[in-house]
T-cell receptor, first 118, second 117 residues
Framework: DTGVSQDPRHKITKRGQNVTFRCDPI?????LYWYRQTLGQGPEFLTY????????KSRLLSDRFSAERPKGSFSTLEIQRTEQGDSAMYLC????????????????FGPGTRLLVL | AQKITQTQPGMFVQEKEAVTLDCTYD???????LFWYKQPSSGEMIFLIY??????QNATEGRYSLNFQKARKSANLVISASQLGDSAMYFC??????????????FGAGTQVVVTP
């Protein structure tokens, strides 16, 4: 399977705990995105990497959130001191296949990590 | 600021019939791309179709077609010959050259489609 993978698929945690999610993009892709989706809503952008550089962060990404992509391959999203409002689906997507014009790039999404904060 | 609006929260459609999902957008970007994704109950977002703002022809991809009306700022998705497997949430998304640097997507709130036998 050469699609985007995310781990874990589900996470239940208690308020105040730290959680970390992992995303493995499609290997040929150099761009990686994190989105958050709450029930009944469309995904909202959190942050974006090109190779290992974090190029953009949303205002949604509070100080408790941090994302890394240390070697330009997989990425991690950490939430510190989780709150009940952090309960959501966290989606990772990748893009950047060589030869495709930038404006036509499609983002390919992983299955997401469902987080429930009790 | 850019905005995507999907006014239909939910729709029922009979198998084998066509259905049109509405999407309007607001942007000051001179160049942008419009995308439709399908999200089944499993949660994964599946790419369906893309339309560039300078494309002269409406995009088509199998049973999916995009009715692009640039002056009206609408990009409606048409699903022909609906199948039971088309039951899912459908999202319209946009990405601009200047606003988003061809990076992040802005998504609408989605339309839930239920296909009945």
């Amino acid at each position: 399977d050469t699609g985007v993978s995310q781990d874990p698929r589900h996470k239940i945690t208690k308020r105040g705990q730290n959680v970390t999610f992992r995303c493995d993009p499609i290997s040929e892709h150099n761009r990686l995105y994190w989105y958050r989706q709450t029930l009944g809503q469309g995904p909202e952008f959190l942050t974006y990497f090109q190779n290992e550089a974090q190029l953009e962060k949303s205002r949604l990404l509070s100080d408790r959130f941090s994302a890394e992509r240390p070697k330009g391959s997989f990425s991690t999203l950490e939430i510190q001191r989780t709150e009940q409002g952090d309960s959501a689906m966290y989606l990772c997507a990748s893009s950047g296949l060589r030869g495709i014009p930038l404006d036509q790039e499609t983002q390919y999404f992983g299955p997401g990590t469902r987080l429930l904060v009790l | 600021a850019q905005k995507i609006t999907q006014t239909q929260p939910g729709m029922f459609v009979q198998e084998k019939e066509a259905v049109t999902l509405d999407c309007t957008y607001d942007t000051s970007d001179p160049s942008y791309g419009l995308f439709w994704y399908k999200q089944p109950s499993s949660g994964e977002m599946i790419f369906l179709i893309y339309q560039g703002s300078y494309d002269q022809q409406n995009a088509t991809e199998g049973r999916y077609s995009l009715n692009f009306q640039k002056a009206r700022k609408s990009a409606n998705l048409v699903i022909s010959a609906s199948q039971l497997g088309d039951s899912a949430m459908y999202f319209c998304a946009m990405r601009g050259a200047l606003t988003d640097s061809w990076g992040k997507f802005q998504f609408g709130a989605g339309t839930q489609v239920v296909v009945t036998p």
